[in-house]
Structure formats: C-alpha cells, structure tokens
C-alpha cells in the first residue's frame, strides 16, 4: 500500500477539470493526483501544469506490477479526477469517495491541515 498525505491547504479541489493540474503554477495547488506523483518520486518541475500521473515518466513506481495496477485500474483513476474536481460535492463525502477508488488500487489517503 501507498501512502499518500493530502494537505488540504495545498489541495486542488472542487473546480472544474479544465483548472485541475497535478501541480498548478498558477498558485502552486496540487490535485490528489498531483500528492500521489509527489510521493512516487516526481519533481515539482515534472509535473507542473500536467494532468494525470501516467504522463509523467520521473515517476519511480515502488514495484514493477505498480504502474500496471493503475493502468489496469484507469476507470478508477479517471473516477478519482472526477471527484476530485467535482464543484458541488461537500469535503468530507470527496474525501471518503476518493479514499475509497484510491484503496482499490493500493493507495492510502490521510488527509491533513
């Protein structure tokens, strides 16, 4: 399992998919994409204004099956921007939606202030 620490004041959220980025330069907001490339070895740099971790090739996965589990898992993946971008869901049920795709395909969330 992968754990990923989400700080909310650096989070990316809740606008729609056109404004989301895995790290935005705009204010330097990170979706929960963008936390998870973070953890898997990718610069800030690498993923500035890129929008899904699959394009980004610093990333070091932890295993060799890693990177297949999250292409084999896409659905989930583009179900996590999905939510991750919703503009009308309350924190707490965007947190528990994307927990729960994300365990599906070896991640762990804590969110944090």
């Not at 606008?15 to 935005?24: C, G, I, Q, T, V």
């Not at 990333?59 to 503009?87: C, G, H, K, L």
């Amino acid at each position: 399992m992968l754990n990923v620490v989400v700080k909310r004041s650096e989070w990316l959220r809740g606008e729609n998919r056109s404004n989301s980025y895995l790290l935005r330069s705009d204010d330097g907001k990170m979706c929960c994409l963008g936390f998870v490339a973070r953890t898997l070895g990718a610069t800030a740099q690498d993923i500035m204004d890129r929008r899904t971790p699959m394009t980004v090739d610093s990333i070091e996965w932890p295993d060799p099956q890693y990177n297949q589990r999250i292409i084999e898992q896409f659905s989930a993946t583009v179900q996590m921007m999905d939510i991750n971008d919703a503009q009308t869901m309350d924190e707490t049920e965007r947190e528990q939606r994307l927990s729960a795709l994300a365990e599906a395909i070896g991640i762990h969330f804590t969110f944090t202030e």
